[in-house]
């Protein structure tokens, strides 16, 4: 059974830095495709960033570009989220998202197919 674990989440300042960690297991991820996501109440899910769990390129939202940085430990089953310089409207639930058969990176998170159950970060302004 595949399972993503999101942690890290919680309160912090504006301008304020969190670590999210997403822990695999019951899947050998090699070059699979992942995610982050989040989601704000009331709102659509919002693409993150999507990156190879083998490692490459990265890309991200415009909106965190420059801001948040994706790396793993592929040791550990584990990808991480950096997060700093926040913002009051990074205040979502993050979600870490896997696509079990293909490399393709996509913005679209419909096409994953392992979710996490998403933690909550909030930012105070």
């Known amino acids: 059974q595949v399972q993503l674990v999101e942690s890290g989440g919680g309160l912090v300042q504006a301008g304020g830095s969190l670590t999210l960690s997403c822990v695999a297991s019951?899947?050998?991820?090699?070059?699979?495709?992942m995610g982050w996501f989040r989601q704000a109440p009331g709102k659509e899910r919002e693409f993150v960033a999507t990156?190879?769990?083998?490692?490459?390129?990265?890309d991200y939202a415009d909106s965190v570009k420059g801001r948040f940085t994706v790396s793993r430990d592929n040791a550990k089953n584990t990808v991480y989220l950096q997060m700093n310089s926040l913002k009051p409207e990074d205040t979502a639930v993050y979600y870490c998202?896997?696509?079990?058969?293909?490399?393709?990176?996509?913005?679209?998170?419909?096409?994953?197919?392992?979710w996490g159950q998403g933690t909550q970060v909030t930012v105070s302004s």
């Open positions: 998202a896997a696509r079990r058969w293909r490399l393709t990176m996509t913005q679209d998170w419909g096409l994953y197919d392992y």
């Open positions: 019951g899947y050998t991820f090699s070059n699979n495709a």
């Open positions: 990156f190879r769990w083998s490692g490459g390129s990265t």
